[in-house]
């Protein structure tokens, strides 16, 4: 039986990727086990991308999650096919990235990069800022991983389901903004025009497959051409923490 999927009024305009791990149709949970399965977008984009070798899929009961490198060996990460990259390009238009995790250790949520040296956007656990969540922009400076970024999301503490949404409501300043549980914590800037990314992983350090995230990944959505307003990230968190309490 496939979990409760909550209210559903979640906000879905402009959606560019939908990993949804309590929709059935997003997560197979009949190939697990396989060395590369998919993880289904339900965008009206379709992405194609795949789980690199063999993650923990569960869609029963009230928390359906896909777990990353807990059990050790080769990284398990999602690694979307790059005719679909486009997609996930936002340029100079808003945007924003939701996602619900469950996080046990390790660093690299999404990565966008494939060199160590490249300007694409990465986002990150920072073990030497209290394990805050870490974004670095575009061709910037990372934002939300300091006492100043983020005074009010310390996260020395990490395991349990935690809800984030990075929203960039223009490319003025401070209008990148951080949510936390539904609520806003902090805010940074993002003036860039991103182009294609050069890859694009979700769990772990994409130019080398190291640094993996260490955890449960519930869903993750990208908007592109829309930002979340506060009063939509909470319209989110309320629809859908029904499934994480």
């Given at each position: 039986m496939a979990a409760n999927l909550g209210q559903k009024s979640t906000v879905n305009a402009e959606l560019a990727l939908c990993l949804d791990a309590a929709n059935p149709y997003s997560n197979p949970i009949s190939r697990q086990g396989e060395t590369h399965p998919p993880w289904n977008d339900l965008s009206e984009n379709k992405i194609d991308g795949t789980i690199q070798n063999s993650p923990t899929y569960s869609n029963v009961g009230a928390s359906s999650y896909i777990e990353f490198n807990t059990g050790?060996?080769?990284?398990?990460?999602?690694?979307?096919?790059?005719?679909?990259?486009?997609?996930?390009?936002?340029?100079?238009?808003p945007y924003a990235i939701e996602i619900w995790v469950n996080r046990y250790d390790g660093a690299y949520l999404l990565d966008m990069r494939?060199?160590?040296?490249?300007?694409?956007?990465?986002?990150q656990f920072n073990a030497s800022q209290s394990n805050r969540?870490?974004?670095?922009?575009?061709?910037?400076?990372?934002?939300?991983?300091?006492?100043?970024?983020?005074?009010?999301?310390?996260?020395t503490t990490y395991t349990g389901w935690r809800h984030y949404v990075i929203s960039r409501e223009g490319t003025g300043s401070n209008e990148c903004k951080l949510y936390y549980n539904g609520s806003f914590v902090a805010?940074?800037?993002d003036a860039e025009t991103q182009v294609t990314p050069q890859d694009f992983d979700i769990g772990v350090r994409s130019y080398d497959d190291a640094i993996s995230f260490k955890g449960r990944i519930g869903l993750?959505?990208?908007?592109?051409?829309?930002?979340l307003s506060a009063t939509e990230v909470l319209q989110n968190y309320n629809a859908t923490k029904v499934r994480y309490d």
């Open positions: 050790g060996g080769s990284a398990e990460y999602y690694k979307m096919v790059s005719d679909y990259y486009s997609n996930v390009t936002w340029g100079a238009n494939n060199a160590s040296d490249s300007i694409h956007p990465y986002i969540l870490s974004y670095r922009p575009y061709n910037a400076s990372a934002i939300f991983d300091t006492d100043t970024d983020q005074p009010s999301a310390t996260d805010q940074g800037t993750f959505k990208i908007y592109n051409g829309k930002a």
